[in-house]
């Protein structure tokens, strides 16, 4: 039997992956992903490529992580999402794994926090944790048990509180 080896390489997203991860955004969420909260912040200014990355296979871009500038209340931090694998290769640790590179490059740029907006079962093993219910008012409905952070300052909670919304 024949296996095929995957030669999956994480690299920084440049302008030339735009396409597909417009593709691969759209197969993971459909056309209603522009009315959600998060993609309204998203909308206010561009993300940060140089802590946004892809995730190929043979060269084909098969997923995606962005990071959003933000403030959020009186913290510097920045918006990860959205995150989505190809079908093809979802469960193998691709999206945990592109986590894990924007996160960190996040904490070596010098950001206070990485907040999202997600299932807590999936992102609080990779030390994502609550933020206080309700603290964070985002440009759109969302579920407050979904917003979640990782603190990388002193007293993040704290200033976790207010308003969400891009920044340069």
Not at 111 to 131: A, H, N, R, T
Request: charge should be neutral; hydrophobic fraction near 40%; charged fraction near 25%.
């Amino acid at each position: 039997m024949f296996m095929k080896k995957h030669d999956l390489v994480y690299l920084t997203e440049d302008a030339s992956h735009d396409a597909a991860i417009e593709i691969i955004n759209e197969e993971a969420f459909g056309p209603g992903r522009f009315a959600r909260a998060a993609a309204r912040i998203r909308e206010q200014g561009p993300h940060d490529l140089s802590l946004s990355f892809v995730c190929t296979d043979d060269g084909e871009t098969i997923a995606s992580v962005r990071m959003t500038p933000v403030l959020a209340g009186s913290i510097k931090g920045h918006l990860l999402g959205p995150l989505a694998v190809r079908p093809s290769h979802k469960n193998r640790g691709i999206g945990r794994e592109l986590v894990r590179i924007a996160v960190e490059a996040a904490r070596r740029k010098g950001s206070e926090c990485v907040i999202l907006v997600g299932d807590p079962p999936y992102y609080q093993p990779l030390g994502f944790e609550k933020v206080a219910y309700g603290a964070l008012t985002f440009p759109g409905p969302v579920d407050p048990n979904r917003v979640l952070v990782v603190p990388m300052a002193d007293n993040v909670h704290a200033g976790l509180k207010g308003d969400i919304h891009w920044r340069e």
